[in-house]
């Protein structure tokens, strides 16, 4: 049978198939077969029918609410549990080590003005402020830090220098009797009053340009840079802090049969020259300091500062690589420990991934 050129491209039907191969009808009775099949729309539709018969019961519908309700709350308590447990990643907890440089701070102000009210008694009010200068250290300070008396003046000046420099400047410039002039001359009496008041003006002066109300931001961080290595640095942790605990037996065999007998004893320490300004702890507490006062930048006025946000960012990240670090290598001792509660810091600052929105 021939076919034409449309009929080749047009697809067969059944009754043609059917009649050029006579074996391909179907059969009317087909024979039994001992496998059953299975038929999958059957469970569906039993499931379906399930879940519309659910949906229609008024009781198991508020039953299925008041389940996933329980769920949720649940679920939410527990996660503000967790949060609570772990602490905020920036904002630490207020402890005796900030309620010192604050109170330093704030003392400092509030004996400026004093000096303001006391403009006419200059030397008595600059006498006040040099001697308020030297702050006392609350009772409840950790060991370790500083000596017990901290002083609060600009640069870096001692209330000792600053006292004795004006009493030598006073002993300087006094007026000295003449030769042949008498001790109540009225001329030497105005001298001395002129010098006593030009005196008290430089005593106010200098107290004034000494105050860490009128100091600079830089002034500010190098004080806060000096605090913290005077109280985390180990040239004075390590008076009573004890050592990290030895290495696991295991490694410490391994390295009494790699060494010979001659060098198992342990090294000696080179000699540290001046202040510990490198290690973990002071590097923990300098970013601590700083991301306080980004926080408190950011969350003033700031909140459209990118640029700060980023550096918060940065911050919160770099401590959170030194504290893990601090930690593995101090295997979670007494100087972890310390440092944690000195500066009031929370689980959530080294744990996990932390993420600033």
Not at 181 to 192: M, V
């Amino acid at each position: 049978m021939r076919l034409s050129r449309l009929q080749w491209l047009r697809p067969p039907s059944a009754g043609f198939i059917y009649a050029q191969v006579p074996s391909m009808l179907p059969l009317a009775h087909p024979p039994p077969s001992s496998v059953r099949l299975l038929s999958s729309s059957s469970c569906r539709h039993a499931t379906a029918q399930a879940q519309r018969r659910r949906h229609r019961d008024p009781y198991a519908l508020a039953q299925a609410k008041q389940r996933a309700a329980a769920n949720s709350a649940r679920r939410a308590t527990l996660m503000q549990q967790r949060e609570a447990a772990l602490g905020d990643p920036v904002w630490n907890r207020k402890t005796d080590f900030f309620h010192h440089f604050d109170d330093m701070l704030r003392q400092s102000k509030a004996y400026s003005r004093r000096i303001e009210q006391k403009a006419d008694d200059g030397f008595e009010a600059g006498q006040q402020v040099i001697e308020a200068a030297t702050l006392k250290k609350p009772k409840g300070s950790v060991p370790g830090t500083s000596p017990q008396t901290e002083a609060v003046l600009n640069y870096s000046v001692q209330p000792e220098e600053l006292k004795a420099t004006l009493e030598r400047s006073r002993f300087l410039t006094e007026p000295s009797l003449a030769v042949d002039q008498l001790s109540h001359d009225p001329a030497f009496a105005s001298h001395l009053e002129v010098h006593e008041s030009r005196h008290a003006n430089a005593t106010v002066a200098m107290a004034r340009i000494l105050n860490l109300t009128n100091a600079s931001r830089i002034d500010v961080r190098r004080l806060t840079r000096r605090h913290c290595v005077e109280t985390f640095g180990r040239h004075r942790t390590d008076e009573h802090l004890p050592p990290k605990p030895a290495a696991a037996p295991l490694l410490a065999r391994r390295t009494d049969v790699t060494q010979s007998p001659s060098s198992s004893a342990a090294p000696t320490k080179t000699p540290r020259a001046g202040p510990d300004t490198g290690s973990p702890e002071v590097q923990i507490a300098l970013l601590t300091c700083r991301i306080r006062s980004l926080a408190a930048h950011l969350n003033k006025g700031g909140r459209t500062d990118k640029v700060n946000k980023r550096n918060l960012t940065l911050l919160v990240h770099k401590r959170q690589k030194l504290l893990q670090y601090l930690r593995r290598q101090d295997r979670g001792a007494s100087r972890w420990q310390w440092v944690m509660n000195t500066l009031g810091l929370t689980d959530r600052m080294w744990q996990g991934e932390i993420s600033l929105s």
